[in-house]
């Protein structure tokens, strides 16, 4: 039951965002919600939502969100307005370490980044998680959704839970993960522009792989050579083998093939 489920979630939640950016007096979580962006750009910077169920959730480029099962996380902070880019790649690196925290040794380094705002299985390509941000002048609202159990549905690409892959034998619950998340993205929110340049590029899934990529309404195919999330992305193109320089802002990665097969 969801009701009992989440019924430790808001003092849990409470107490652990002591100390951080988030505010306890900002802690919602509800039973059931249309979107937890809503509330939280309501209550503005320091705000934490969360929600049992997620009935309404928004996707990137007008997909949905929706978890009426209860079988992720669906969380939105507010924070200081800021650049877009920083908090999505500052947020891919939070979610990107959680996931990893609760999943075997084995399977750590499957979980990558997929540019922008993606967490996924570099292995099967599928993703665990996905991140969207709205932002106004007042407040910059970062909406982060996970499979943990079964995979929440529709979303824009196959989907990976944290179940599949998770440590021990137990469904994993979602109260830790949340917690573990909220404080990582605390801290990671502190890191400087290179560092996270850096720690993305690192863990970037498609880098090294064929992947086709869209600029400008046109589309490329090619092995991609790099990709700086604040920078340039350089494809060497099929066929010709040129390598070509677009700027990250101006590129969607709208498919890749996984580098290797198998655990
Ligand atoms: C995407 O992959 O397109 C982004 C998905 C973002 C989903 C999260 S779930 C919590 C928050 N509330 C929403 O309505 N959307 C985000």
Same mark, same amino acid.
């Given at each position: 039951m969801i009701e009992e489920e989440i019924a430790g979630w808001a003092d849990a939640i409470e107490d652990a965002v002591? %100390?951080?950016?988030?505010a306890p007096r900002l802690v919602r979580v509800f039973e059931s919600c249309g979107s937890t962006q809503d509330p939280a750009r309501d209550l503005g910077p320091g705000a934490v939502v969360t929600a049992g169920v997620q009935t309404d959730g928004r996707g990137r480029l007008g997909r949905r969100w929706i978890d009426t099962e209860g079988s992720g996380i669906a969380l939105s902070v507010g924070l200081e307005p800021s650049d877009p880019a920083v908090l999505s790649v500052a947020a891919g690196l939070a979610v990107l370490q959680t996931l990893r925290r609760f999943t075997t040794p084995s399977v750590e380094a499957r979980i990558g980044l997929k540019f922008p705002n993606d967490v996924v299985d &570099?292995?099967?390509? &599928?993703?665990f998680a996905g991140m969207l941000i709205e932002s106004d002048a007042s407040v910059a609202v970062l909406g982060i959704g996970v499979n943990v159990r079964i995979p929440a549905a529709p979303i824009d690409a196959p989907a990976m839970s944290v179940e599949e892959v998770?440590? %021990?034998? &137990?469904?994993?619950?979602r109260l830790p993960i949340l917690i573990d998340l909220l404080q990582r993205l605390d801290h990671v929110l502190e890191l400087d522009v290179d560092v996270l340049r850096q720690r993305y590029e690192l863990d970037?899934?498609?880098? %090294?792989g064929t992947v086709l990529l869209e600029a400008d309404g046109v589309r490329f195919e090619g092995r @991609?050579?790099? @990709?700086?999330p604040f920078g340039a992305v350089l494809l060497r193109e099929v066929g010709t083998g040129r390598i070509r320089e677009f700027g990250a802002s101006q590129v969607r990665l709208v498919s890749w093939k996984p580098l290797r097969s198998g655990s």
């Open positions: 002591v %100390g951080t950016r988030f &570099r292995v099967s390509a &599928r993703k998770a440590m %021990g034998d &137990r469904r994993p619950d970037h899934a498609p880098t %090294g @991609l050579e790099s @990709l700086d």
